[in-house]
């Protein structure tokens, strides 16, 4: 039996895309970047507060410390909360991420000492599992495979949005008793100077929590028609507020496209409802076609089957988690790297560089200068997601764009430390062609990577546990990587290699070709799980630990979808 490919596609373009929900997930999402990136315009001073550091090498250690502790914990507890949501729902994970990160805050604020600080920022990478389940909300909502590179740009988008309000309010709110003293001498936030940008950023997670309760909907298969009170008041809420009872349109996106098998049948007059478990689905009738595909994998409407953890592991899971655990530690690395190239004293005028190795120095700008260009970084990070990301990768796909930006990630690093050896007229120009180049990379690799993995995926109720893994990855690499390069830079300076940091990195960055070589890309459609579509040569074929005798094999090509049985 087949169907006609042009028939497919007008029936295909009829889902819309979740615009309400996804608006609704970035407004839960921006909290976290705002509370994480808030402590960086202060932390220096937080450390040297506790009059632990001897010297100002060590105020640097400790920071690192800081800084370090969140991810640990984070890698530590991912894969945990990425499970766990595979059992209880994404939407409970997320706004228990959420409460996390404010206690985690509030903490912080208090923190008098090294411990206690430390203690503040493990305990919010323990209790964030919001990464990994995150992408696995952004996957289930995005049913239509067109709608995923715009889906997929919207989340870094709004994390470059909170990290430039994040590092703002940081700024002016740390130490207000020295900022206005008029207002602040005296209260307790003499006492404790960094609690006033800790409890607005607890606010705002607060907001946050709040929206997410009211409007966010479960996007897990079989718990997503569970009832949901905190949506049934916001529902209400809505109602009161803005139209009668009787015109009330749903605020969920998923009503409208339950599943994009759904829309392909056709059929949306007649209906049926059946339970998994405790929960009822509904899934669409196929007793109106006249020639109902007999999918032998999914007998019931699109349900996915039960994958066992070791199952869900494929070759092509692993792949990506590997990518994603080197990307991440060649890019953290990077995000520290910049503001020590900007900082640096300059190269001493009697200093004789032996190149092309053999230099030393830095632009030595003020800590104002470097945060204007770091603020500028978010802004053009910001552009190249929303504007360059989809356009790209509609038109070479998610592999061959993660492709691309690998190989071209060692030269960046290659080349980054000689713009220390610039004229002053020159600096400028360079440093934003370095960030325009970076920004790009990072707005091009990540996203692709997290489509692949959604993508790869055998079943929806493991996608969780995937992210999750991920999610750690790529949290463990983010611990090690500044503190490995951070001592690779402080010995290549001391023996007048400024560069060696950078081009370590640049190591790191061409082994991270090698899973890319041998990744994949396939594509999935709702129903269809067991089966991968090589997207390179558009052939059908069995994943790893699917049934290779099933007699549903897809066949997908830019013209034709042919279903045979």
């Known amino acids: 039996m087949a169907l006609n490919g042009g028939a497919y596609a007008p029936e295909r373009s009829k889902t819309p895309f979740p615009t309400r929900q996804l608006a609704i997930l970035a407004l839960c999402r921006i909290c976290e970047p705002i509370a994480f990136m808030s402590i960086f315009p202060y932390v220096y001073y937080m450390v040297e507060s506790f009059g632990i550091a001897h010297n100002k090498a060590q105020i640097s250690m400790y920071c690192g410390m800081v800084t370090s502790a969140f991810a640990f914990a984070e890698c530590a507890s991912g894969v945990f909360w990425g499970r766990l949501s595979d059992r209880i729902g994404r939407k409970r994970v997320l706004l228990g991420g959420l409460l996390g990160t404010g206690l985690s805050m509030l903490w912080f604020g208090?923190?008098?000492?090294?411990?206690?600080?430390?203690?503040?920022?493990?305990?919010?990478?323990?209790?964030?599992?919001?990464?990994?389940?995150?992408?696995?909300?952004?996957?289930?909502?995005?049913?239509?495979?067109?709608?995923?590179?715009?889906?997929?740009?919207?989340?870094?988008?709004?994390?470059?949005?909170?990290?430039?309000?994040?590092?703002?309010?940081?700024?002016?709110?740390?130490?207000?008793?020295?900022?206005?003293?008029?207002?602040?001498?005296?209260?307790?936030?003499?006492?404790?100077?960094?609690?006033?940008?800790?409890?607005?950023?607890?606010?705002?997670?607060?907001?946050?929590?709040a929206v997410g309760i009211l409007f966010l909907e479960e996007t897990h298969e079989d718990r997503k028609f569970e009832r949901d009170r905190g949506c049934e008041v916001g529902q209400w809420i809505l109602n009161k507020l803005w139209r009668r009872e009787t015109d009330y349109v749903p605020l969920s996106d998923k009503d409208g496209s339950l599943d994009e098998m759904r829309v392909m049948l056709g059929d949306h007059d007649s209906q049926a409802y059946r339970s998994i478990g405790?929960?009822?689905?509904?899934?669409?009738?196929?007793?109106?076609?006249?020639e109902p595909p007999d999918?032998?994998?999914e007998k019931d409407c699109g349900a996915s089957p039960d994958v066992t953890i070791r199952g869900a592991f494929t070759r092509q899971v692993c792949l990506n988690i590997i990518?994603?655990?080197?990307?991440?530690?060649?890019?953290?690395?990077?995000?520290?790297?910049?503001?020590?190239?900007?900082?640096?004293?300059?190269?001493?005028?009697?200093?004789?560089?032996?190149?092309?190795?053999?230099?030393?120095?830095?632009?030595?700008?003020?800590?104002?200068q470097i945060g204007t260009i770091l603020s500028i970084q978010g802004i053009l990070q910001m552009i190249a997601q929303v504007v360059l990301f989809p356009w790209l990768n509609r038109k070479l796909g998610s592999l061959r764009t993660f492709w691309l930006t690998i190989a071209l990630y060692p030269f960046l690093y290659l080349f980054a430390p000689y713009l220390a050896l610039l004229p002053k007229a020159g600096r400028i120009p360079g440093i934003m062609a370095l960030l325009i180049w970076k920004v790009t990379a990072q707005s091009l690799s990540y996203p692709s990577l997290n489509m692949m993995l959604a993508n790869s995926a055998p079943s929806k109720k493991v996608l969780g546990t995937l992210n999750g893994a991920a999610a750690s990855s790529a949290s463990v690499c983010r611990g090690f990587g500044p503190t490995i390069t951070g001592i690779v830079d402080t010995f290549g300076d001391s023996h007048g290699l400024s560069g060696l940091a950078w081009w370590t990195c640049?190591?790191?960055?061409?082994?991270?070709?090698?899973?890319?070589?041998?990744?994949?890309?396939?594509r999935r459609r709702p129903g269809f799980q067991g089966v991968a579509v090589d997207a390179e040569v558009g052939i059908g074929e069995p994943l790893a630990g699917a049934d290779s005798d099933a007699d549903s094999v897809v066949t997908l090509s830019a013209d034709e979808a042919v279903l045979s049985k």
């Open 110 to 209: 208090f923190a008098k000492n090294l411990p206690m600080a430390l203690i503040a920022r493990a305990l919010g990478g323990l209790l964030n599992g919001n990464i990994g389940v995150l992408q696995t909300t952004v996957a289930e909502l995005v049913t239509v495979e067109d709608h995923q590179p715009r889906a997929y740009s919207i989340m870094p988008f709004v994390w470059c949005l909170g990290t430039i309000i994040g590092s703002s309010l940081g700024g002016l709110l740390a130490r207000p008793a020295l900022s206005f003293p008029s207002v602040f001498e005296g209260t307790v936030f003499d006492a404790y100077p960094y609690l006033l940008p800790n409890l607005v950023c607890a606010a705002v997670v607060v907001f946050g929590l």
């Open 506 to 522: 640049a190591g790191i960055a061409a082994i991270g070709w090698i899973p890319g070589v041998f990744m994949r890309e396939e």
């Open 295 to 297: 999918f032998s994998l």
């Open 278 to 290: 405790s929960s009822p689905t509904l899934c669409s009738s196929r007793a109106s076609i006249a």
């Open 323 to 368: 990518a994603y655990g080197i990307l991440a530690f060649h890019t953290i690395s990077l995000e520290q790297l910049i503001p020590i190239l900007m900082s640096r004293e300059e190269p001493s005028p009697d200093a004789h560089p032996e190149l092309p190795f053999k230099f030393t120095g830095g632009f030595h700008w003020t800590t104002q």
